[in-house]
């Protein structure tokens, strides 16, 4: 783990839930973190990872942000890709978003979740997470959800460009045709 690094104000944060200390664990020795795609947030192109620690982290770590990691890519795997030696989970074969990490950093001070503790996914900024003291701090106020919509929608066409095929060039006479108009149907 590094020292916290200064946060570019209009990065953009994904404050994601750490389900186990093994989660985290993971995070921390092999560099990724899991998010299945039939619940992952719509973008996960993002520039930072806070991890969120339920319950399960026990009494003296859970319901807080300990750590954050800079993101350095994602891809589509299943997950029997992820955990090879669990070829017979039961959701084995279903996708997910496996996000590239670099080293987790430990906050100088953890975000602690006050009264809101039921957390799976939420975006912040880099400045709303160097100041926060508790996850309501980490809510975007109306100038920042603007900056927060315009980084989503630019990250929103980076993170499907490898899935989108350009459409081929349609020649004018057979958009015509797909309107309705026939040759035979022009003035002179």
């Known amino acids: 783990m590094t020292r916290a690094p200064q946060l570019h ?14 989660d985290l664990h993971i995070a921390r020795t092999l560099g990724w973190y ?24 026990g009494p003296e770590h859970r319901w807080r942000i300990e750590y954050i990691a800079p993101v350095l890519g994602h891809e589509l795997v299943r997950r029997v890709e992820l955990f090879r030696d669990e070829p017979d989970h039961p959701r084995a ?41 508790t996850l309501a701090d ?31 060039e349609v020649p004018p006479e057979v958009w015509l045709a797909l309107l309705g108009w026939k040759p035979s149907e022009t003035r002179d």
């Open 9 to 22: 104000p209009e990065a953009l944060v994904l404050v994601a839930i750490v389900p186990r200390p093994r």
């Open 138 to 168: 980490l809510r975007a106020d109306a100038a920042e959800r603007r900056l927060l919509w315009r980084a989503l929608r630019e990250r929103a066409g980076q993170q499907h460009a490898y899935r989108v095929q350009p459409l081929p």
């Open 34 to 57: 899991r998010i299945p795609l039939a619940t992952a947030p719509k973008i996960v192109a993002v520039d930072w990872l806070a991890l969120y620690q339920p319950a399960s982290f």
């Open 93 to 133: 074969h279903e996708e997910y978003f496996k996000l590239q990490l670099g080293p987790l950093v430990r906050l100088p001070q953890p975000i602690h979740a006050g009264k809101w503790r039921r957390v799976t996914f939420f975006y912040t900024t880099g400045a709303r997470l160097q100041q926060a003291r």
